[in-house]
C-alpha cells in the first residue's frame, strides 16, 4: 500500500488536511440512506444534498461502492411529490393550520427508491430524481436532470439527461459486470490498479477474459 496506509472506508476524510472531501458511508445517520465502502462526495456535508427525503415515506437512497460524486449533486426523493389524483396538488398537511391529515401513500405518485450502482461518476449539479436506478460504471454529465434508468457503463447528459453513448461495447460491459472489481478485497483491488485505469480497452479485454 502506499506509504504504508491501507485505503480505510470508515475515514471520513480520506485527504488528510483536506475536509471538502469525504467518504459518504462514515458520514450518514439516516437508515434510509445505504452507501457503500470508498464512495465519496467533493463536500464536506452529504446528506443535505439528499432532499425531501422523510422518514415515514419509507423509500431509500441506496448508493454503490467507489462512486464519485461531485460538488452540487442533488437527489431528489419521493418526499418532493405531490397529490396529482386530485383536483389541487397544494399539500395542505404540510402546513400549519390546514385541517388535513396526510394522503394514503397509494395516492401519492411514489416512483420507489433511488438506486445507484458501483464505480458511478455523477457530475457537478446534475439532479438525480426519484425512484432512478443508474447502473454499474455510468457517468452523468454535469447539470443534468435524470428522470429515467441508466444502463450500466453509459453516459448521460442534459435536462433530461439523454443517452450520448456507451462506454464501451456489448462483450467488454458484460465482463466487467461478471468481473466485479468493486466487491474485492482492498489488496486484490490495489493489485489491479494497472488493470482499472489502463487506456489500452483491449487489454483489458483479453485479460478480463483469462481471469473469467
Known amino acids: 500500500m502506499k506509504n504504508g496506509i491501507i485505503p480505510d472506508p470508515n475515514v471520513l476524510h480520506p ?15 439516516s437508515k434510509n440512506i445505504i452507501v457503500g465502502d470508498f464512495s465519496y462526495i467533493a463536500d464536506s456535508d452529504f446528506e443535505s444534498h439528499v432532499t425531501h427525503h422523510y422518514e415515514w415515506l419509507g423509500d431509500k437512497l441506496i448508493i454503490g461502492k467507489f462512486c464519485q460524486i461531485a460538488s452540487g449533486v442533488e437527489f431528489v426523493m419521493n418526499g418532493a411529490n405531490h397529490q396529482m389524483n386530485s383536483v389541487s396538488t397544494f399539500p395542505f398537511y404540510t402546513l ?5 391529515a396526510p394522503p394514503a401513500t397509494e395516492d401519492l405518485p411514489l416512483k420507489g427508491d433511488t438506486v445507484i450502482g458501483n464505480d458511478v461518476w455523477i457530475g457537478q449539479n446534475a439532479v438525480i430524481l426519484p425512484g432512478v436506478h443508474i447502473g454499474d460504471g455510468a457517468i452523468i454529465g454535469a447539470n443534468s436532470v435524470v428522470g429515467s434508468d441508466v444502463d450500466p457503463y453509459t453516459i448521460v447528459a442534459g435536462d433530461p439527461a439523454k443517452v450520448l453513448r456507451k462506454r464501451f461495447d456489448d462483450e467488454l460491459i458484460s ?31 483479453k485479460t478480463l477474459k483469462e481471469i473469467l
Open 15 to 29: 485527504i488528510k488536511g483536506y475536509d471538502k472531501e469525504i467518504y459518504i458511508k462514515p458520514a450518514v445517520t
Open 96 to 100: 400549519a393550520g390546514w385541517d388535513m
Open 175 to 205: 465482463l466487467l459486470l461478471a468481473f466485479r472489481w468493486w466487491d474485492k478485497s482492498i489488496e486484490e483491488i490495489n493489485s489491479l490498479i494497472p488493470l482499472l485505469t489502463s487506456g489500452d480497452i483491449e487489454k483489458v479485454r
